[in-house]
């Protein structure tokens, strides 16, 4: 959530927002439906973070959970990872080509068949109060570790998938309401903390279990007008999405963003996109962008969905229900065999975490001229991925650390938040050092990281941790040369580093460290926007005083 939001009332469907919804429901109804299929999918999502074990998910709630209809089509969501959620539809529809029946759960996360990267694990529940499928319960979870080469899964130089993990086609965790021990035990001989997964998965069954307890006592509660609500309230968003599309100018608007090596070399990586926008829907197609790489940053085009499906929510009223009719006016394509949809066995960890917030940027800077007082200058454009865990498979530690959120149109960015494609929290000292053996030295924001403008970019994060034992550290991050972007003149922000007992190492890589070694990651700074001549002196003379700049 930003500094921006609110709680916010229910909204009226019956007020004019430009959409029509045509069914037989009152608007009343209608409301307080839309309203309760939202309760249901926060509630799978507090189950889920209340359940886990891993501080991962317990502290950083680095999960999302949703619900869907009978045909694969997102209803309701709670509002957590936009990665996660963006991609959830392609997971249902593998799925579906199962014939799952009542009392099924899936597990996958293969990210050529509906996965988004390995350590995402989704499960796909049916749900079937009266015996009838008649939806699915979806929960998506970042698991610290699912094999592969290094502790947490994730590392820095993988060129080939099976490097990454486990790789779980859409397989039966439970068949007809009776536990797959096979696929249990699978799970547990591959990954190097089995207790700490096998309890994070009974979490996500817990919370898929509660949505169908829950969507069992609205069926009883409203009979077939729940199912008729299904369809209104995708009609009613899709309606709402086509409205605010319409307002925007006619036109095909470009831009053009590099990552910064892929993990085996240090050479720039091209993503281009043109977003065209035609009456009530947009299209966005990067050819153009580079062929797939031979390292990890390669993204299914589930995920560059996923972040034009944010970029679109971004610009559009906030205040629409997120479901599938918000994705029905949006096409999006690449090339195959290219960085946003490559072909197996293509590694593709960094692609989700590196390449989506990358995909985000460089849509949003082409929309920057179309909605000039909406997009915001360039975020830090990173997660700035940290894992440190020991190969004897004791512990595993993963973080995304924040950084700065670019200044907006009449406001400075915020200073060391989550930005575009993750909205995690972080994990608090003291759970941290109470779980694994670290121990944090630093974490502060970073004095005049934020670009200059009229509105200031936010700024920068740094955090050192002490390692107490042998172990390996890998880094995934990016804008560590390429700063992010100020915008109307605002300047760029500050770039990120990375450290090693106060040595740089690059912005992927995957190190072993002994036992007192210290791991800082200093996060980059947000743009700025707007002439930095026009900056209010009082606003100035604010930040000196709450040693936001540095005296220049």
Do not use: W
Request: charged share 25%; proline share 7%.
């Amino acid at each position: 959530m930003n500094d921006d939001e609110t709680s916010g009332e229910a909204q009226d469907p019956t007020h004019d927002h430009g959409a029509t919804v045509d069914h037989d429901l009152d608007p009343v109804t209608l409301e307080i439906l839309r309203n309760q299929l939202e309760s249901v999918a926060t509630e799978m999502g507090h189950v889920l973070i209340r359940g886990a074990y891993s501080p991962n998910i317990k502290e950083r709630q680095d999960c999302s959970t949703a619900l869907f209809d009978a045909s694969g089509r997102m209803v309701a969501q709670a509002e957590h990872i936009p990665v996660h959620l963006g991609a959830m539809p392609d997971a249902v529809e593998t799925v579906l080509e199962e014939n799952p029946k009542p009392g099924d759960v899936f597990v996958l996360n293969d990210p050529f068949a509906g996965g988004t990267h390995l350590p995402d694990v989704t499960l796909v529940s049916t749900i079937a109060p009266e015996g009838e499928v008649i939806g699915f319960a979806v929960s998506r979870a970042h698991h610290a570790d699912v094999g592969g080469s290094a502790p947490g899964s994730m590392p820095a130089g993988a060129r080939e998938i099976f490097e990454e993990g486990l790789r779980l086609p859409a397989v039966r965790l439970v068949d007809g309401g009776e536990p797959n021990e096979a696929v249990r035990e699978l799970i547990r001989a591959n990954v190097r903390t089995p207790d700490e997964r096998e309890a994070d998965l009974r979490a996500q069954r817990a919370a898929n279990a509660r949505a169908e307890e829950r969507v069992g006592e609205l069926l009883d509660e409203h009979g077939p007008t729940l199912l008729d609500a299904f369809d209104a309230v995708i009609d009613y968003s899709r309606e709402r999405v086509e409205a605010e599309l319409a307002a925007l100018p006619d036109g095909t608007y470009r831009a053009r963003d590099v990552l910064e090596g892929d993990g085996v070399t240090d050479e720039d990586v091209p993503i281009e996109a043109s977003v065209m926008i035609d009456g009530a829907s947009i299209a966005v197609d990067f050819s153009g962008t580079a062929e797939q790489v031979a390292g990890n940053l390669n993204a299914p085009l589930s995920v560059a969905k996923s972040a034009v499906y944010f970029v679109v929510r971004a610009i559009t009223d906030p205040e629409i229900p997120p479901n599938h009719g918000c994705y029905e006016p949006v096409s999006v394509s690449a090339p195959e065999g290219s960085l946003l949809d490559p072909r197996p066995p293509a590694a593709v960890v960094g692609g989700n975490v590196e390449t989506s917030q990358r995909v985000t940027d460089v849509t949003l800077a082409a929309l920057a001229s179309a909605v000039p007082d909406v997009v915001p200058a360039g975020g830090q454009g990173t997660m700035n991925n940290l894992i440190i865990g020991d190969r004897g498979g004791e512990f595993t530690y993963y973080e995304t650390i924040g950084g700065g959120f670019g200044a907006r149109p009449g406001k400075d960015g915020m200073d060391g938040v989550q930005v575009g494609m993750t909205n995690t929290l972080n994990t608090p000292v003291e759970a941290l050092e109470a779980a694994y053996p670290l121990r944090v030295e630093r974490y502060a924001l970073r004095p005049g990281s934020g670009g200059d403008g009229r509105y200031r970019g936010g700024l920068g994060l740094e955090r050192t941790v002490a390692v107490e034992t042998d172990a390996t550290v890998s880094l995934l991050t990016e804008r560590r040369r390429t700063a992010p972007a100020g915008l109307a003149g605002g300047a760029d922000g500050a770039t990120g580093k990375n450290l090693v007992d106060g040595e740089p190492v690059p912005a992927k890589a995957s190190v072993d460290v002994t036992a007192g070694a210290t791991v800082s990651i200093l996060t980059p700074g947000g743009g700025g926007h707007g002439d930095p001549a026009e900056r209010d002196p009082e606003a100035r003379e604010r930040d000196r005083r709450d040693g936001k700049v540095t005296d220049r």
